[in-house]
């Protein structure tokens, strides 16, 4: 059976990707940042690499644009080239994704009445590939495959808190019912606080950050009844990325222990966040569905 063993916290901010690939991480704005990651690194080379990441992040304008707008998409193609985000692809491998658990958890939150929109061909910018040269550094090819989650938080409105949270059960549900032995992370990204445009950008709010990542860890759901208000208040127009982090932290079940943390500024106009989290109890409700608890629609997956 497939499990998720542990999920990730982590901003995909787009300089550190420019630092990282122009090797400019020994320099002394870039490297507090990338400091925080080396116990991530080591933790995963030595013990827990997985076989694959569930990778929630979101566009910003390169797969989709003002034409098409999912709320949820998954990635179910076999590989996901890096996009173009006008200065030339990152030159870091191609994303290989993992068609069938993709399908298997397509199907299965579909049937638990989360409308996805499946993507079987699109690129990927740095929303993804950030977090994958942060956790893995620089390699010929990424050392797992990788399911790619994206999640509209560009354009109003972005899914609810507890609605990112609620699919983050429903994976958990799908990946516990996949029949191959497969170790299973769930990374969220984006976030913290910051804004890039108006007469608030640049705002960053450090005590708001450290109550989130506070409150990853534990038994309490509080995390889930924010409302979008609240982020945009406190933590800036794209701090409404964090919702991304909710799909990890219900993927993770009833309570999770935190591994290791970070939290960093200044790097760019975002607050830089990163958090490790291992379940405790893994265990999240049934589905609320008539088809989601179905044994035979899901056995026919
Ligand atoms: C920045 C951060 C982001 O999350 C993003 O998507 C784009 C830019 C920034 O820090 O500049
Ligand atoms: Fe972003």
């Known amino acids: 059976m497939a499990r998720i063993t542990a999920g990730i916290g982590c901003s995909h901010i787009p300089v550190l990707g420019f630092a990282f690939d122009h090797r400019r991480t020994e320099e002394p704005i870039f490297k507090p940042a990338f400091d925080g990651f080396s116990w991530t690194r ?66 299965s939150l579909i049937l638990d009445e989360f409308d996805m929109t499946i993507i079987n061909e699109m690129e ?72 890039l445009q108006g007469p608030r950008a640049g705002l960053i709010n450090p005590e708001w950050d450290n109550r989130f990542l506070d409150r990853l860890a534990g038994d309490t759901q509080e995390l889930r009844t924010i409302p979008h208000i609240e982020y945009l208040r406190e933590t800036g127009s794209e701090g409404i990325e964090m919702v991304m982090w909710l799909i990890m932290r219900g993927a993770l079940g009833r309570s999770t222990r935190a591994l290791h943390r970070h939290y960093h500024v200044p790097v760019s106009n975002t607050a830089l966040g990163h958090i490790v989290l291992e379940p405790v109890d893994g265990s999240v409700p049934p589905s609320a569905t008539l088809e989601g608890n179905d044994p035979t629609a899901q056995a026919l997956i």
């Open 124 to 195: 990927v910018d740095h929303g993804l590939t950030v977090p994958l040269s942060m956790m893995f550094g620089a390699v010929e090819r990424w050392p797992v495959k990788v399911i790619p989650l994206a999640v509209n938080v560009v354009t109003y409105p972005p899914p609810s808190g507890n609605r990112c949270w609620a699919l983050g059960e429903a994976i958990a549900r799908a990946v516990e019912n996949f029949p191959e032995d497969l170790d299973v992370q769930v990374w969220g990204t984006g976030g913290m606080s910051h804004q």
């Open 42 to 107: 080591d933790w995963l080379r030595e013990k827990a690499t997985p076989d694959i990441v569930i990778l929630v992040y979101n566009d910003h304008a390169s797969a989709f644009d003002m034409k098409v707008i999912p709320t949820f998409a998954i990635g179910c193609g076999e590989r996901f080239l890096p996009a173009d985000e006008g200065f030339g692809p990152r030159p870091v491998p191609t994303v290989e994704g993992h068609p069938d658990l993709a399908w298997h958890i397509a199907q």
